[in-house]
């Protein structure tokens, strides 16, 4: 049984998402031409999110991947809330008094942020209050801190993540009447998530990472091949550097039973990430809040489950770690992809992949003739060749569909083979969870046109 | 890779055997160093001639046969380098259009003895060409180009895929349903015939300078007065610009611009080595238009190239991007032509590749060539815009061009190629880039009737477009102007715009047919915004003297009366033909075809005199018109307006100023180009919307709807009126098309064309407008007519049509057309008299099927009966579109 190259497609592409930065005659102004973005789930229900908005009250565009464990709620919340929290962040104080203001007086509010999202891509109704609340006392407090200075976006983007990972882990602490929200905080807090969010303004890109989702630059050298560039740091156990930091946060007594089976406390891979408050509250809260808590909390025995060797909390931070990188002209895309994508492609296969996707056929070297003896007939069937090439790529009108295609389906030879890819896309949602994880990837293309000009006024 | 196929394709023999040149020393080395310019340019010349390319050494060659002695040609680089140079060098006469189709067949007789008169090696060799027909629509197209061959007297056949294999052994036939041979079509070296048209011009006192790049020409008062080179400047009286792809930007490099409307695409063709058994230089010439390509012997080898769907423009910003030299082969864009090339010679698998050409070639938005005046700069003439047909034409524009110069006009009926079809909205970079994109792929499709470009639309639109749109318009475009064709009831399903092509009958005849009926019966709305609308106006009698002069009729006329009337030129023939309305005793208020928006300004530009006190206004963009034709019109309009509309008080042809609804200053007139009682309702725009809802509530209830220009046609053909553009040309008279009471030629004053109408009025007329009713077609199973039909008297060919419909009321097919005498014996042209027309028996051709015609010099009267008012007038008068 096999699914017939329709189906396959229909599978890949059922959540795909792509948007353009608007033309204006013409001319696009921005630094971005547009983004592709697309997951393909594994566990039932995806636990992966992903978000992409342009700020409205400053300028630059948000584009992040959300990789969630221990269920979906946390990757949920942080995908609604966390650009709000950083397009806040970078909010002027005279437009943060002017959204009080109209709140106070209950006019209409400006618009922070224009999301583009998938039908699929859900905002959570029921707790938007909630978060609203959260976030205007978020706001109101820094109008009083009011420090006068500009606002810089590593530093917005570091308070962005920590103030909404501390909200996340009040509002479970505080709890709501009503039992609908009251259990949704709850299990925000529980779960967990990763983040990886990229701010693109001009030619300034700021990665905020948290956690072992990645974001990496595909670069073209001058003779036209591709290279990757790493925008972030994965935070697990393969990082020697964060390993180094968790060991210097708690004491040597500790050392041994910090990292086991590459795993902090031995139970969890990314060694940081929002939500997690096993990790991160002491015993006693968590107790207190397990039994105060509604039943189906008190039932679980992985929310009533404390982690061994569990002495000097916190053990987990949501605080990004925050790349900038000026763009050139050759830094030609983005990838943000969790690390469904990561363990099956290396980024060097990944620039190349997606660097001849974009290019498309423009880079196909030209045929020239020159002083060859080539036949007519030879000549028909080299180029009918490279068209079945070419329309193989031409089958998927979005980066990211495509990339995954290629992660899902690729042999040993790089190339995708649909008997594989039908093989892995037909697995049974219980079995799907051992070949492959949740991927969910954003590929966003750059203007070089416009980073090439944005350089030469400097 | 470039270079080395100049000197397989330019012969330059030609150097050696005409050392009298008067240009650059050049060595015609590859070397671009400015050599130094043994000759000065002159200071003064009478034409100059911008390009030296198969047009400019055309137009030299046979203004210096006129005898023109003091012509200077310019070319920037050297003669025929160009397009020119690359250009595929098939003359072919297998052209839709009738008068391409002339120019084509003197090309080719021109070609045919250049070498012997300018002992310039042409690489003449008459091979004839072969057109393929892959499906039944293909065969219908050829059968037509065949038909209209046969009569101008050029040999052509239709013949089996079998005798395709007798006349070319390589071919595969298995698709093949039928071709068409032509077999005085010829293959020239392109490059050779322009030089040898300029050694001929040469020999007759032309000058030519290469290198010599014109910058820009100077126009003062409207007039050109010189052209300023990079090597000085020349005063003339005459510029021609024939530059080709650049004739676009040449046009723009003045301080006042001449639009030039085409754009140039990339174009490619193959060569090869010659085969093992070297292919005979005999062998026809191949086309293969549903495979997109053509086929022609070359060296033993053969040269094929073609026109792709998904052609690629190039230069719309301009020369600077790259030079011709330096652009690439494409093989992954040239790949589907190479596909078919080998499916249709599949022998050919083992030939070898010489080298891919990209020639880059000029388009137009309308796929004719461009040639004629420039509306705004009298002097300045254009040749340019071939369509890649540049070598079939070049001999036979140039010759019309020429007489152009020295005649005032040419010696055919050029309209269809006329600069002055387009304005400056077709000048536009994104429109033309765009629409020859739609224009190169159309080269090999099917021509069918009523085809319209879907490119560049929704420019001029009416203030109504989007409430007609809403109620289910199809939409036709004329001069950039979005007209309504026929309006789709809701519920029915039309074909889609690729199936809806067909040489029978449209999908569209039930639909078109019920808007008809509505026009007899009730009254219909059609939206007719896009007539050009021009206001006389002067302080004294200037206005009506210069009319007077410029007009056929009688305009000395009470005020409110609307004169239909043409503007002749010099011979009789229509310039224009137009309504106009006398407003006031000093303002005059008149309505021409859609198309004549730069002609008609441009004729009176040149013929109104000097004075400030008489004001021209093109008023076209102010005024929506509203046409109610129908018998309840009367009814829908008196009760709008509380005023008696009745025959009594409002009678035919007249024109008043009145409220509709809550708008006043409504202009009125009782015309409605139809032959139909009603009116036409020109409307300040700020009011078109509402009074088109108060014209749609009332008629509610006489059973108002919209209708579209099918309808209009269809009315207007049945009652025989001719139309400008279509039937009646600068070659017309009103004589000819039976319109002599639209002549006062005792009106007491001078006008224009007033002998040679006196002239005709004494000796009789050549040829004579008549009305066709098709006898035994079946409207449903045979070939619809279009226009260009030939007709057959007695047997033998007498002319051709020129416009057709079908009559709902006469449930029969109606051809318009004109009728010569030609003498049996020496073809001579006779005077056509009511008796040699009636004396007939007639046959229209329909793509080779004859049927049988009944011919009318007058109109059913039959179709007149339900007629409310008695006006003759209106029932013969003029009728467009």
Request: hydrophobic residues 35%.
């Amino acid at each position: 049984f096999y699914l017939t190259p329709s189906q396959v497609n229909s599978i890949l592409k059922a959540n795909e998402y792509s948007f353009k930065v608007p033309e204006f005659d013409g001319k696009n102004v921005s630094s971005v031409l547009g983004f592709d973005s697309n997951q393909l789930p594994a566990n039932a229900p995806i636990e992966d999110r992903r978000s992409a908005a342009t700020c409205l009250q400053t300028r630059g565009m948000l584009l992040g991947v959300f990789d969630g464990h221990a269920g979906c709620a946390c990757a949920q919340a942080v995908s609604e809330r966390l650009f709000y929290y950083i397009a806040v962040s970078l909010l002027p104080h005279e437009t943060l008094l002017e959204i009080e203001n109209a709140v106070e007086s209950g006019r209409a509010l400006l618009p922070i942020l224009q999301w583009h999202k998938h039908p699929n891509d859900y905002f959570s109704k029921e707790a938007s209050k909630l978060y609203f609340n959260s976030l205007r006392t978020y706001w109101q407090e820094l109008i009083d801190l009011n420090s006068g200075e500009t606002t810089d976006v590593r530093e917005a983007l570091i308070n962005a993540f920590k103030r909404l990972d501390n909200d996340i882990s009040l509002e479970a602490q505080v709890g709501d009447p009503n039992s609908f929200l009251n259990y949704l905080v709850l299990r925000v807090a529980f779960s967990g998530a990763t983040a990886c969010v990229a701010h693109v303004d001009g030619i300034d890109l700021h990665v905020a990472n948290t956690g072992d989702s990645r974001a990496m630059l595909g670069v073209q050298e001058e003779d036209g091949s591709w290279s990757a560039v790493n925008l972030s740091y994965d935070h697990n156990a393969q990082n020697e550097r964060e390993v180094e930091r968790v060991k210097m946060e708690h004491p040597k007594s500790e050392e041994k039973s910090l990292v086991k089976q590459d795993r902090l406390l031995g139970l969890l891979m990314p060694f940081r990430a929002f939500g997690d408050v096993k990790f991160k509250w002491s015993i006693e809260l968590q107790k207190r809040v397990v039994e105060s808590g509604p039943d189906q909390l008190n039932d679980n025995e992985y929310t009533k489950f404390i982690p061994p060797n569990y002495y000097t909390p916190p053990y987990l931070t949501a605080e990004p770690e925050v790349i900038h990188h000026r763009l050139r002209p050759q830094d030609k895309f983005l990838v943000l992809a969790t690390d469904g994508l990561w363990e099956t492609m290396h980024r060097q296969d990944v620039a190349r992949i997606v660097g001849e996707y974009l290019t498309g056929v423009h880079h196909q070297q030209p045929i020239a003739v020159g002083g060859y003896k080539v036949t007519l007939g030879q000549m028909h069937g080299l180029l009918t060749e490279r068209r079945a090439r070419i329309s193989s790529v031409f089958e998927d009108q979005n980066a990211a569909t495509h990339l995954i295609r290629h992660a899902v389906g690729n042999n040993e030879f790089g190339t995708v083979d649909h008997e594989r890819l039908s093989k892995m896309l037909s697995l049974p949602e219980e079995l799907a969870r051992m070949y492959r994880d949740d991927i969910t990837i954003i590929v966003v293309q750059f203007n070089s046109r416009v980073i090439g000009a944005y350089q030469n006024e400097e | 890779a470039a270079r080395m196929f100049l000197r397989l394709l330019s012969d330059i023999q030609w150097r050696a055997a005409h050392p009298r040149w008067r240009m650059t020393g050049s060595q015609r080395s590859t070397s671009t160093t400015a050599e130094p310019h043994p000759v000065s340019l002159p200071a003064q010349a009478q034409v100059v001639i911008c390009g030296g390319g198969i047009m400019g050494t055309s137009v030299a060659y046979h203004l210096s046969k006129m005898g023109l002695k003091d012509i200077v040609l310019l070319e920037q680089g050297r003669l025929a380098a160009g397009t020119t140079r690359f250009c595929a060098g098939i003359v072919s006469a297998a052209r839709p259009l009738s008068v391409e189709l002339k120019m084509a067949h003197y090309s080719n007789k021109l070609y045919q003895q250049l070498e012997q008169e300018t002992g310039v090696q042409t690489g003449y060799m008459k091979t004839g060409s072969i057109s393929l027909a892959q499906t039944q629509d293909r065969l219908i197209s050829l059968k037509r180009i065949a038909s209209s061959l046969n009569v101008m007297g050029i040999p052509c056949e239709i013949i089996s895929p079998k005798e395709v294999l007798k006349l070319h052994p390589l071919i595969n036939i298995h698709d093949l349903v039928g071709a068409m041979y032509v077999p005085e079509d010829a293959l020239v070296s392109s490059a050779n015939v322009s030089l040898a048209l300029a050694t001929a011009a040469s020999r007759n006192g032309v000058q030519i300078h290469e290198r010599t790049c014109v910058s820009h020409v100077t126009i003062q008062k409207g007039r050109v007065t010189g052209v300023e080179t990079d090597r000085g400047r020349i005063q003339c009286d005459y510029f021609v610009n024939c530059a080709g792809q650049w004739a676009y930007e040449l046009g723009h490099s003045g301080e006042e611009p001449v639009h030039i409307p085409l754009h140039a695409c990339e174009h490619f063709y193959l060569l090869t080595h010659p085969l093992k058994d070297p292919l005979s230089s005999s062998l026809p010439t191949i086309v293969d238009p549903d495979g997109r390509i053509y086929i022609r012997n070359w060296q033993g080898g053969i040269l094929s190239g073609g026109f792709e769907k998904n052609p690629k423009p190039l230069f719309t910003e301009g020369r600077n991007q790259l030079e011709i030299q330096n652009l690439q082969e494409d093989w992954d864009h040239f790949g589907p032509l190479l596909g078919a090339l080998l499916r249709r010679m599949p022998g050919l698998e083992a030939l070898q590749i010489m080298q891919l050409v990209n020639c880059p070639e000029s388009f137009t938005p309308d796929m004719r060539c461009i040639m004629g005046e420039s509306p705004t700069a009298r002097g300045y003439f254009v040749l340019a815009g071939m369509n890649s047909a540049g070598i079939s034409y070049g001999g036979g524009a140039g010759k019309y061009l020429a007489e152009w110069i020295v005649n005032g006009y040419p010696s055919e009926n050029v309209w269809p190629l006329d600069l002055k079809r387009f304005g400056t909205l077709q000048s536009s970079r994104t429109f033309l880039r765009h629409r020859v994109m739609e224009v190169m792929p159309l080269m090999c499709d099917l021509k069918v009737p009523r085809w319209d470009f879907q490119t560049g639309r929704q420019l001029r639109t009416s203030p109504l477009y989007d409430r007609l749109d809403a109620q289910g318009a199809r939409w036709m475009e004329k001069h950039g102007f979005e007209r309504v064709k026929y309006f789709v009831p809701p519920g029915s399903d039309l074909l889609d715009l690729d199936h809806s092509k067909t040489f029978y009958k449209p999908d569209w005849f039930d639909i078109v047919g019920s808007e008809v009926k509505c026009c007899k019966e009730a009254v219909s709305v059609i939206d007719m915004s896009s007539f050009t609308k021009f206001e006389i106006s002067s302080t004294g009698d200037q206005a009506l003297e210069s009319l007077q002069y410029l007009c056929s009729n009688d305009l000395d006329v009470p005020v409110g009366h609307v004169v239909h009337t043409g503007m002749l030129n010099e011979k009789g023939g229509y310039e224009n033909d137009c309504s106009i309305a006398r407003l006031s005793k000093r303002s005059f208020f008149m309505i021409s075809p859609t198309d004549q928006q730069v002609h008609c300004w441009t004729w009176l530009k040149n013929h109104l005199p000097d004075d400030s006190n008489l004001v021209l206004e093109d008023v076209t963009w102010k005024y929506t018109a509203l046409n109610l034709i129908g018998p309840r019109a009367v009814d829908v309009l008196s009760e709008l307006s509380y005023a008696p509309m009745t025959a009594e008080h409002f009678p035919s042809l007249f024109c008043k100023e009145m409220s509709v609804g809550y708008a006043n200053g409504i202009r009125v007139m009782s015309i409605t180009h139809t032959g139909e009682p009603g009116f036409v309702l020109y409307i300040p725009i700020e009011y078109a919307l509402h009074v088109y809802n108060e014209v749609m509530n009332m008629g509610q209830k006489y059973g108002i709807r919209n209708a579209g220009y099918y309808a209009l046609r269809s009315l207007r053909i049945e009652k025989f009126f001719a139309f400008w553009g279509q039937d009646l040309d600068a070659f017309t008279t009103p004589m000819e098309c039976g319109r002599e009471f639209q002549v006062k030629l005792d009106k007491g004053l001078e006008f224009l064309g007033q002998e040679a109408l006196w002239e005709q009025k004494q000796n009789g007329v050549y040829k004579r407008f008549t009305m066709f009713i098709l006898e035994d077609h079946d409207t449903d199973m045979d070939l619809w007519p279009w226009w260009g039909e030939p007709i057959f008297r007695n047997g033998r060919y007498v002319g051709k049509t020129t416009s057709s419909a079908y009559s709902y009321t006469l449930e029969r097919h109606v051809c318009l057309g004109f009728v010569h005498h030609f003498d049996e014996k020496t073809g001579e042209e006779l005077v056509v008299t009511t008796d040699f027309i009636n004396q007939g028996e007639y046959e229209i051709d329909i793509a080779g099927q004859r049927f049988q015609a009944k011919a009318k010099l007058y109109p059913f009267s039959s179709l007149f009966t339900q007629r409310r008012r008695k006006d003759e007038v209106e029932l013969s008068g003029y009728q467009r579109e």
